[in-house]
């Protein structure tokens, strides 16, 4: 909840910074939408064609002989569609037509390491106590 | 003689708005691509009309349809 939370307020800040951008989802590793400025039903669309997007341009991507992709824009008429991986985590965008390529790429992939940085820390085992049973 | 250059007048601004229409259409239509940037930090261009860009572009289109 706390991750959740977090992503929410990174996302404004993206949204707040860049409003170019329209819709954001931000995936986790295993396909689940961490975070979102749309709805969940939209969200999870929109974290669906994601994932195609960057499925197919893998496939594409080793037909060139390329490395593996790490952000791609498709650009319509209509607008752009903005991918950015960082592991196995993507954040995903939606623009108006005509987008700062470079600023949105870089505005997302900052959002994305921002939800990462937010997200729970496993917190440390306390040291454990002496017991007495160890005394002579 | 001043109706021939009203009639030359209307010509040219129908043409040139004509021209300026097919102008934007072409470069409306030009725009459409797919750009994917490799971890190795090479580009590549997938211009609309390719194989390539065919199996990218309906994706864009249904999720800016959203």
Same mark, same amino acid.
């Given at each position: 909840?706390?991750?959740?939370? @977090? ?5 404004? @800040? ?21 975070? +979102? ?24 991507? +080793? ?18 569609? =903005? ?21 949105? =790429? ?25 017991? @007495?049973?160890?005394?002579? | ?10 010509? &040219? ?32 261009? &997938? ?16 999720? &800016?349809? &959203?």
């Amino acid at each position: 909840m706390l991750a959740r939370m @977090d992503a929410s307020q990174a996302i404004a @800040d993206l949204t707040e910074i860049s409003p170019q951008v329209r819709s954001v989802a931000v995936i986790a590793a295993d396909g689940s939408v961490t975070g +979102s400025n749309t709805s969940p039903e939209e969200a999870g669309r929109l974290a669906d064609g994601a994932r195609r997007l960057v499925e197919t341009a893998e496939d594409v991507r +080793s037909a060139h002989g390329l490395g593996p992709v790490a952000q791609l824009e498709a650009a319509t008429t209509a607008g752009s569609v =903005f991918v950015v991986r960082d592991g196995d985590r993507l954040i995903a965008a939606t623009t108006t037509p005509e987008p700062t390529v470079g600023l949105v =790429f870089y505005d997302l992939k900052t959002c994305l390491r921002a939800v990462d940085d937010d997200a729970p820390k496993p917190r440390r085992r306390a040291p454990r106590k002496k017991t @007495d049973d160890a005394a002579p | 003689m001043p109706r021939r250059k009203l009639a030359t007048g209307f010509l &040219l601004a129908a043409g040139s708005f004509a021209g300026s229409v097919l102008v934007r259409r072409r470069a409306a239509r030009r725009r459409e691509r797919v750009d994917l940037y490799a971890e190795d930090g090479s580009m590549l261009s &997938l211009a609309e009309g390719t194989p390539e860009a065919a199996r990218l572009l309906p994706v864009a289109h249904e999720l &800016l349809a &959203l």
